[in-house]
C-alpha cells in the first residue's frame, strides 16, 4: 500500500494530478513587515481605518497595549479622560437604576454629631426611609452621616455618593450602597437623575451648589416635579430675603422661582412637604408611612 503521507496526498485523491506549487508561508520579518516596504507602497487597515504611505505605523495596537515599557504619559490624556468619564457612568448607572423612590439631603460634612443639626438630619433620614424613600447623600460626615445613619437604621436605602476630595475621608459608616467619583459632574447627574426631591440642611459651598443646581434645573425644566425643602429657618431665611429683595426685585428672576422652596424646622414637615408636592405633581408615594 502507498504510504499518502509522504507524498503529501490525501485519501481520495488523485496520483495522476499534476502538483501545485504553493508559495511557501511567509515567517518571521517577512509577513508583511512594514519596516522592509517602500514608503510609497506601504499600507495597512487599523481598526476601520484605511492607512497608506507615510500614515501608516510600524506597530499593532495589541503591541501598544502590552509594551510595558513605554511611557504612561497617556492616561492623563483627554481622550483616556472620556473612558473614565464613561465609566463612572456607567457604574453609576447601573448601581442606582433599581433603588426606587429617593431623595436627596444634603448639609454640611461640618456639623458635629452633638450638634442638633446632625439630630435633625438622623430625623429627616428617618422618616424619609419610613416614607419608603431611598435616602442619598454625598456620603460624607455631618449632616450626610447623619441622614444615612437615620435611613439605614430604620431598615431603608442608604446611600452614599462619595467625590474624590484632597481633604476628606472616604463614605461614612452609615453608607450601604456607595459609590466614589473622580468627576463632580457624573456625581451630580446621579443625584438629579435618581432623587426625586432635595431636602437641605445647613451647609457650605458645596450644599450651596447642590441647591443652586436644582432651581436652575427646575427654572430651566430640565427636571420636573423636584421639590426642594429648606430645613432651617434660622440659617437659610436671610438668602430668601436676599432672594426676594435683591434677585427678585431687581427682575433677575421670577416669583415662581422663589415658589419651588419650602422652609421649615420641623423634620416631620420637610418629608410631609415632599410627599405631598410629588402627589400633587401625579406622582405616586411609595408604600411607607406619612410622617404625622
Known sequence: ??????????????????????????????????????????????????????????????????DSAGEADWVHTDPWRVMRIQAEFVEGFGALAE?????????????????????????????LAEAGFAVITGGGPGAMEAANK?????????????????????????????????????????????SSGFVVLPGGVGTLDELFEALTLVQTQKVTRFPVVLLGTAYWQGLIDWMRDVLLADGKIRESDLDHLHLTDDPADAVRHVIDRLEADGVARPSGSYPE
Do not use: C
Not at 503521507?5 to 508559495?23: I, K, M, Y
Open 1 to 66: 500500500m502507498t504510504e499518502h503521507r509522504e507524498s503529501g496526498l490525501g485519501e481520495g485523491s488523485d496520483p495522476a494530478a499534476p502538483e501545485t506549487e504553493r508559495e511557501p508561508m511567509p515567517t518571521g520579518p517577512e509577513r508583511v513587515h512594514q519596516a522592509s516596504v517602500p514608503l510609497r507602497e506601504r499600507i495597512k487597515r487599523r481598526g476601520p481605518m484605511l492607512l497608506r504611505r507615510g500614515q501608516v505605523d510600524l506597530t499593532t495596537t495589541d503591541q501598544r497595549l502590552l
Open 99 to 127: 433603588l426606587g423612590p429617593a431623595i436627596g439631603v444634603f448639609g454640611s460634612a461640618r456639623t458635629a454629631v452633638d450638634h442638633p443639626q446632625y439630630a435633625q438630619a438622623e430625623e429627616v433620614g428617618r422618616l
Open 150 to 194: 437615620g435611613a439605614s437604621e430604620a431598615g431603608g436605602a442608604s446611600v452614599g455618593l462619595g467625590i474624590e476630595l484632597p481633604f476628606e475621608t472616604g463614605l461614612n459608616a452609615w453608607v450601604d450602597k456607595g459609590i466614589n467619583f473622580r468627576y463632580f459632574f457624573a456625581r451630580k447627574t446621579m443625584f438629579v437623575k435618581y
